[in-house]
């Protein structure tokens, strides 16, 4: 079974709109970090978050992660071009090696013009 | 800051031959160094954390001998794929984490490496 679940898998939308993702780990999360890669290309760091209710934003994206820590959500507002690509969330568990990330499905993001 | 290299970006080889790939962390020390391997249309999966100065640390199933991985300083981890066939095929990304704590526990990651076994 996967430790960590994205959804959607994919999502088109418009230029303009914007748009969730969500990640969503079946145990405690001990800190819970969001990539974007383009296809063929390495993992670009997005943010990192920590604390229970922890909110952090930059440029128009914004990262939350819940109360329990075991579930994240990437919004997007007002959604370019430029924001197309693949959105990988990864975590550290509790419990689990300090070092290790496991990774989510990953979510595929197109927006169309 | 933190960037991280890897090098070449593709290759393309015999079956039966051997390909190194390097991993570098361009302005800071990485004193652990991550090599994962993804799938089309899959999310990464970690094969090996690599320590400076000490053998390499396997995920289950990740065959050692395969996959020789050697952490010789604190800014250059080696992966080689020893006797490629073509299921070996997949992109190789690694990831270095900075020493310390906080935002230093974050792992940056290389731009991948293309390999292609015929």
Redesign the interface.
């Given at each position: 079974s996967q430790e960590l679940e994205q959804s959607p898998q994919s999502l088109i939308v418009q230029e303009g709109k914007n748009l969730t993702i969500n990640c969503t780990s079946s145990k405690t999360l001990y800190g819970l970090y969001w990539y974007k890669q383009k296809y063929g290309e390495g993992l670009i760091f997005l943010m990192m978050l920590q604390k229970g209710g922890e909110e952090k934003s930059h440029e128009k994206i914004t990262a939350k992660l819940d109360e329990k820590k075991q579930q994240s959500s990437l919004h997007i507002t007002a959604s370019q071009p430029s924001h197309a690509g693949i959105y990988l969330c990864g975590a550290k568990h509790y419990g689990g090696a300090t070092n290790k990330l496991i990774f989510g499905t990953g979510t595929l993001l197109a927006v169309q013009p | 800051g933190?960037v991280?290299s890897?090098h070449p970006s593709r290759v393309i080889c015999k079956s039966g031959t051997s390909v190194k790939i390097e991993c570098r962390s361009l302005d800071f020390q990485a004193t652990?160094m991550?090599w994962y391997r993804q799938f089309p249309k899959?999310?990464?999966?970690?094969m090996a954390?690599s320590n400076e100065g000490s053998k390499a640390t396997y995920e289950q199933g990740v065959e050692k001998d395969k996959f020789l991985i050697n952490h010789a300083s604190l800014t250059l981890s080696t992966l080689t794929v020893t006797s490629a066939h073509p299921e070996d095929s997949s992109?190789y990304?690694c990831?270095a984490?900075p020493p310390g704590r906080g935002?230093a526990?974050?792992?940056?990651?290389?731009?991948?490496t293309?390999l292609t076994v015929l």
């Amino acid at each position: 079974s996967q430790e960590l679940e994205q959804s959607p898998q994919s999502l088109i939308v418009q230029e303009g709109k914007n748009l969730t993702i969500n990640c969503t780990s079946s145990k405690t999360l001990y800190g819970l970090y969001w990539y974007k890669q383009k296809y063929g290309e390495g993992l670009i760091f997005l943010m990192m978050l920590q604390k229970g209710g922890e909110e952090k934003s930059h440029e128009k994206i914004t990262a939350k992660l819940d109360e329990k820590k075991q579930q994240s959500s990437l919004h997007i507002t007002a959604s370019q071009p430029s924001h197309a690509g693949i959105y990988l969330c990864g975590a550290k568990h509790y419990g689990g090696a300090t070092n290790k990330l496991i990774f989510g499905t990953g979510t595929l993001l197109a927006v169309q013009p | 800051g933190a960037v991280v290299s890897q090098h070449p970006s593709r290759v393309i080889c015999k079956s039966g031959t051997s390909v190194k790939i390097e991993c570098r962390s361009l302005d800071f020390q990485a004193t652990t160094m991550f090599w994962y391997r993804q799938f089309p249309k899959q999310s990464l999966m970690l094969m090996a954390t690599s320590n400076e100065g000490s053998k390499a640390t396997y995920e289950q199933g990740v065959e050692k001998d395969k996959f020789l991985i050697n952490h010789a300083s604190l800014t250059l981890s080696t992966l080689t794929v020893t006797s490629a066939h073509p299921e070996d095929s997949s992109f190789y990304i690694c990831s270095a984490r900075p020493p310390g704590r906080g935002l230093a526990d974050t792992q940056y990651f290389g731009p991948g490496t293309r390999l292609t076994v015929l």
